[in-house]
């Protein structure tokens, strides 16, 4: 019957437009969210680096399920304690160094610097080291060797090509963390107990409650690290100097879109933590395997699902998560180190046109520190958990001063903390100090 209608009237004609349209919708709705995410998403997966994943390896061999409570207590936490830092540095269009430059006095700048430093440079190394004793397993050869040519790579990358170029390609390496999901559907689990250990873990008490506490250090520390805090409201402050906004509704676009990307990203960072506890304890721990020393032990945990390819799977991970956090790890201490010298500081200087010289030489400061302290002695995968320790450790006064100053109405104007972030972010802050003083005192 439709023959003889216009063909603009035709049934068949009309749906086409209209499936178009709706196909053209959905493509730019999604690929506009996608283009919302950022700092924060980047932040998230810099986060499971080789510290990260040795961590959470050494406590589900260790513990067992005892430990998947940790990463699910402190999601809610880290978002919180990442949107202060990143709203910190989107409202005032300045990092958190130069916040506290300006609101405190001389010797809380400096202890934060120093702090920060010191753990950035410490973790600097344990990712370098990692990553060349993952490669070492793969190819053979001297760790050594290929301990100076990560950081030579990194430092050279981080010079001439920006970091939000060349991380679009190294992310994909990233992917291989998607292993430790696959690994836990390829063992046979209780999920009843799993959930309930979850819910209310078995810990062992008496002697082995300090080990258990510096278990949980690690696994907060390497969660909530000082080195996200300084590195998202430094990409803040980079996005709001190219397009600063200029009324009250575009801040708080801003912020809504800050909240969406802080989400997504701690979201996945601590999933996989998740599962990486899950499949070390559903293959080593049930193996009997509770103590991680070296990366190939680490590394058996895939192998239900890798096989032969296990350490390949393994390296590829280790060394994508490191070429990741390296970079984040050194330009974090970098923006800081600027911020409180009065230096200009920004990954996207030229030093090709001599700008940011500073900067740029607490970068190679930082790399090649961490690079010298990769030929001691100690075995790589206790470098990665006390370096996690230590995170855990200089967090508490950095969050508290942070929370401070998200508070404080003459540095964040009509856009301080509202009272729900406020209490959480206090409670990230409360939890990781009683856990830390509770450490300190069973030791």
């Known amino acids: 019957m439709s023959a003889g209608l216009p063909r603009s009237c035709r049934g068949s004609d009309l749906s086409a437009p209209k499936d178009t349209a709706i196909k053209t919708i959905r493509k730019f709705g999604l690929h506009r969210r996608v283009r919302q995410l950022g700092p924060g998403l980047i932040t998230g997966a810099a986060d499971d680096d080789p510290s990260g994943i040795a961590t959470y390896s050494q406590a589900g061999a260790q513990f067992g399920f005892s430990m998947l409570w940790t990463v699910v207590f402190t999601l809610p936490l880290m978002v919180a304690i990442q949107m202060v830092s990143a709203r910190i540095g989107y409202v005032t269009g300045r990092g958190l160094t130069a916040n506290i430059k300006a609101g405190y006095p001389r010797w809380v700048l400096l202890s934060v610097v120093g702090m920060l ?252 520190g961490g690079v010298v302290l990769c030929f001691t002695p100690t075995d790589p995968v206790k470098e990665l958990f006390w370096a996690a320790v230590i995170n855990g450790v200089i967090a508490v006064p950095i969050m508290a001063v942070m929370m401070w100053l998200a508070s404080r109405a003459d540095a964040m104007g009509a856009h301080v903390i509202g009272p729900r972030l406020r209490r959480l972010g206090w409670i990230a802050t409360a939890a990781m100090a009683a856990t830390v003083i509770a450490m300190f005192t069973t030791s």
């Open 117 to 368: 430093l010191t753990a950035n440079t410490l973790n600097l190394a344990a990712d370098i080291a990692a990553m060349a004793e993952a490669l070492r397993l793969l190819v053979g050869g001297s760790a050594h060797v290929y301990a100076v040519t990560f950081g030579l790579l990194c430092l050279v990358l981080q010079v001439f090509l920006p970091y939000k170029t060349y991380v679009r390609w190294l992310k994909w390496l990233t992917l291989a963390l998607l292993a430790y999901v696959a690994v836990v559907f390829t063992v046979r689990l209780d999920w009843w107990q799993v959930a309930s250990e979850v819910v209310r873990p078995r810990l062992p008490a008496g002697a082995e409650g300090h080990e258990v506490l510096l278990m949980v250090v690690a696994v907060f520390g390497t969660t909530i690290s000082p080195y996200m805090f300084f590195w998202q409201a430094a990409q803040e402050m980079e996005d709001t100097s190219e397009n600063k906004p200029h009324t009250r509704a575009d801040v708080r676009h801003h912020l809504r879109r800050i909240k969406a990307d802080t989400i997504v990203g701690m979201t996945f960072s601590n999933l996989i933590a998740f599962f990486i506890i899950l499949s070390t304890a559903a293959t080593l721990h049930a193996a009997g395997v509770t103590d991680i020393k070296t990366s190939a032990q680490a590394a058996e945990a895939l192998r239900p699902l890798a096989g032969e390819f296990t350490f390949l799977l393994f390296g590829m991970g280790i060394i994508g998560t490191g070429m990741l956090a390296v970079p984040v790890l050194a330009g974090s201490a970098a923006y800081a180190v600027a911020e409180a010298a009065g230096w200009r500081g920004s990954l996207t200087l030229r030093l090709d046109r001599g700008e940011g010289r500073g900067f740029y030489g607490v970068i190679a400061a930082a790399t090649v």
